[in-house]
């Protein structure tokens, strides 16, 4: 008999992990080049090592490779097929860029395609090159690219602080972890500053004064460990799958799970970054939360845009994006973190302590067992957006006064038959209805007034604003204390009733359409049920497209949703490359409607589009979790409709 510790298996999540590396077998491999900074030799090195590829008898073509004039790199270019590069005009230049359709046309082994990290033109479809790479790779061509270490976007606020340089091209770090093969191409310091000074370095983009900045020799060091970092950090998490996947023992501990809270401020996208660094040194899963409350109606354009950005960079870098309604940021927060195993929080440190240090102490009080983590955000604090009380509409002003002075005309009535304390609380009634209907600002002016009126008629002496009493200050006080307390709290109360009311209306949608798309026998049933349904759900113009005759046609649509050949080119694209795409996205950006791939765990039976140009109603990052699980739901009916027949 064996013994026990010989039948060691494999654990789930590495057997998922090789499930996967087989399902990538179809794709191209990518070879990143990457280095601490400008002029290391990343170019020169991708093309030495493609001549050799080519030796060997491989199709290597290069899609764009920038040579900056160096003698020595045009050298290696010999022999190795060039594809045209693709030009583009934008504001009076000519732009160079990699002609995507013509590489896939010629399906080359091996493409050459420099500066991973560039922005493209704006009229191309896609937004960055990474994109570009990411579509050659889908169609199963291999890739060889340079990138330097500044560009990797989590590392964007470090480099910053070494540098005092942003960095306005970024790369996703899971570009990086997709790779599969990292090489680091290293020089010193002080040999990349002797080729600095011999002009060997290409610095034209950067102005002098930068380029002082950057090339510093403290600098160069600091990004060199970043760079050395990077690469070791990528191979130790290649030897962790390897060990795991062979079920070779280890110390593995229990998975972390790490939740970062989210707000609508300019150093959200920051605190981003740093929770993915913090959750990647400790190889942790990692949540992006956010908590919408009452205070989410009345966040300016610029909060929004806060907020959107830091949801959407942390999709990029691998996050899973929450996002709940409540009443309480921090009772919402714990809750989640008990009831999902989160092992630690990360939030951002308060901008000063006592009353604003409120939501840690709070989130330190309900978690005991839960590590919580402080990240300073330094900001300029003209940054911080200004709080403003907003007013309310001027009739529910009016309202207010009105119901006070017919109150007041009643109370001056039954004035002989009730006494001071009655009359008091009669005019009470009128303030607590401001505050229950009508809001803050008009329940608080409804108070002020009910009591001069109450001081005027029946306080003598009367007819004056004089208290012959100091007593009645106050109890006048009081009252507008308490009626400041209800209002307050009837005005939350209201706020989270609406919340709800919204989040049960589109719960009650997503479960009507997914009850109607299993009644469904037929593909016209399922696309008439999701239309119907999710013009529902959220407010736009939708569109379905599904291959028939191996193109791409429009099969289901609303009225508004108009559809042109270019409209049918970014459908096709999203259906080759099961991704999204169009406004809102990265790819596309200038499309007027956002497309989704109709994707089931297999295949992607189709795309569809959701068109908010002509609506108040935005896509939102909630938005696109709604319209997912449509196009999810639609595709899932489709299978099984498929299977049955």
């Known amino acids: 008999m064996m013994p026990e510790e010989d039948f060691i298996r494999p654990s789930p999540e590495a057997l998922l992990k090789v499930a996967q590396a087989e399902e990538r077998k179809e794709r191209g491999k990518l070879t990143i080049y990457i280095g601490a900074a400008p002029g290391v030799g990343k170019t020169y090195a991708m093309l030495a090592d493609a001549q050799l590829r080519k030796k060997e008898g491989a199709d290597v073509v290069v899609g764009y490779v920038e040579t900056h004039g160096r003698a020595e790199t045009d050298a290696l270019l010999e022999g190795i097929e060039v594809i045209p590069p693709l030009i583009v005009g934008y504001k009076d230049v000519q732009l160079r860029e990699v002609d995507i359709d013509r590489v896939r046309e010629r399906r080359p082994k091996l493409v050459l395609v420099d500066e991973l990290a560039h922005t493209d033109a704006p009229v191309l479809r896609h937004a960055k090159r990474y994109q570009d790479i990411e579509e050659i790779l889908n169609a199963g061509i291999d890739v060889y690219t340079t990138m330097n270490i500044q560009h990797l976007e989590s590392l964007n606020d470090v480099v910053f602080q070494i540098t005092n340089v942003r960095m306005q091209e970024t790369v996703p770090d899971t570009v990086l972890e997709s790779a599969d093969e990292i090489k680091l191409i290293d020089l010193p310091p002080e040999e990349l500053l002797k080729r600095l000074h011999e002009g060997k370095v290409y610095v034209k983009a950067m102005a002098a004064k930068a380029v002082d900045k950057f090339f510093r020799p403290g600098n160069l060091l600091a990004l060199r460990q970043l760079a050395l970092r990077a690469v070791a950090g ?79 960079l942390a999709k990029k870098l691998g996050a899973r994006v929450v996002w709940v309604k409540g009443d309480d940021v921090t009772e919402e927060i714990a809750a989640y973190a008990r009831s999902h195993n ?13 009353f604003s240090s409120s939501i840690p102490r709070k989130i ?86 009910s009591v001069l009126v109450f001081d005027y008629l029946f306080v003598p002496p009367y007819f004056s604003f004089a208290v012959s009493d100091s007593r009645y200050f106050f109890s006048y006080v009081v009252f507008v204390g308490v009626v ?160 049955q027949r």
């Not at 970062?260 to 970054?273: I, Q």
């Not at 399922?526 to 939708?542: G, P």
């Not at 938005?623 to 196009?631: H, W, Y």
Request: contains cysteine; positive net charge.
């Open 342 to 354: 989160v092992t630690k929080i990360v939030i951002g440190k308060p901008r000063r302590f006592g």
């Open 234 to 312: 990528s191979v130790d998490e290649r030897m962790r799958d390897y060990m795991q996947a062979h079920a070779i023992a280890g110390p593995w501990q229990a998975k972390e799970r790490v939740l970062t809270g989210v707000f609508a401020s300019p150093y959200a996208d920051k605190l981003v970054r740093s929770a993915f660094r913090f959750a990647g040194e400790l190889d942790a899963e990692w949540i992006a939360f956010y908590v919408e409350t009452d205070r989410h109606r009345r966040l300016s354009v610029q909060e929004k845009e806060w907020l959107n950005k830091a949801l959407d």
């Open 484 to 643: 400041a307390v209800i209002s307050n709290l009837a005005s939350r109360l209201r706020g989270k009733v609406e919340m709800l009311k919204e989040s049960e209306a589109r719960n009650v949608a997503l479960y009507g359409l997914s009850r109607d798309l299993v009644t469904t026998h037929t593909v016209e049933q399922v696309l008439a049920v999701m239309v119907r349904h999710a013009t529902q759900i959220v407010s736009c113009e939708m569109a379905i497209f599904m291959p028939v005759n191996d193109k791409l046609a429009v099969k289901a649509k609303t009225i508004g949703f108009d559809v042109d050949p270019k409209v049918l080119g970014v459908a096709s694209w999203v259906m080759l490359n099961k991704q999204s795409a169009g406004r809102g996205a990265s790819t596309l950006p200038q499309s007027k409607a956002y497309y989704l791939p109709m994707a089931t765990a297999d295949k992607v039976v189709g795309v569809v589009g959701f068109d908010f140009s002509a609506k108040e109603q935005g896509l939102s990052s909630e938005n696109q979790v709604v319209l997912e699980t449509i196009a999810r739901l639609g595709a899932i009916a489709i299978e099984r409709i498929g299977f």
């Open 364 to 449: 330190l009080a309900n978690t005991p067992n839960i590590d919580i983590y402080l990240l300073d955000a330094r900001i300029d604090p003209r940054l911080m957006p200004r709080k403003w009380i907003t007013p309310g509409r001027p009739l529910h002003y009016a309202l207010g006064l009105l119901t006070v002075s017919v109150t007041s005309l009643i109370a001056f009535l039954l004035q002989g038959s009730l006494n001071e304390a009655n009359l008091l609380f009669l005019l009470m009634l009128p303030v607590m209805a401001s505050a229950l209907y009508l809001g803050r600002g008009p329940s608080i002016v409804a108070a002020v007034f």
